[in-house]
């Protein structure tokens, strides 16, 4: 069965210039990019994203952390891919979530590491299960920018739409 997968390639991955290596080797999985886009994470973007986490010792270290506030950059690239079983195999590629405790031939297990206060930088974001991966997806994109339907949608009119334009 098709499903979809949020990745999201953190700041130290980008600092790093390891996009192309983590392309690369997602690659492997055969699955298809459905949507991509370089996002500038606010701070609600990230408290949202992880708010299962909320609760832990390290809570504003890792929101800083997928800020970009601890590597100069600024912006994460959000991904989904889409295609047979999307979410087990992109999270076996990208290894186990502490880069010391991950595959070393896996993609945290290659570029990972561990900070001094403790912070995982482990270079990638992959949706742990289908109801994430949907909360994730739909916190991180709009169904506009998804080239396929992935979940059910509706038409909403809004009257005092505000935007930036060129």
Known sequence: MNQAVLILIKP???????????????SETKLEIVAAKMVRVSR???????????EKPFFEEIIK???GDLHERKKVMAL???GKDAITKCRDLAGATN??????TSIRGSYGR???SGVYENAIHVSSNP?????EIKLWFEPKDIIVDLYPVKNAVEKEFKRKVW
Not at 12 to 26: A, E, M, V, Y
Not at 131 to 135: H, K, L, T, V, Y
């Open 131 to 135: 109801e994430e991966a949907e909360r």
């Open 65 to 67: 952390y997928l800020q």
């Open 114 to 116: 561990i900070t001094t």
């Open 99 to 104: 880069p010391e405790e991950a595959d070393p």
């Open 44 to 54: 609600e973007l990230a408290c949202e994203h992880y708010k299962h986490l909320k």
């Open 80 to 82: 989904v891919y889409w």
């Open 12 to 26: 130290d991955g980008l600092k790093k210039s390891l996009t192309g290596n983590i392309l690369t080797r997602l």
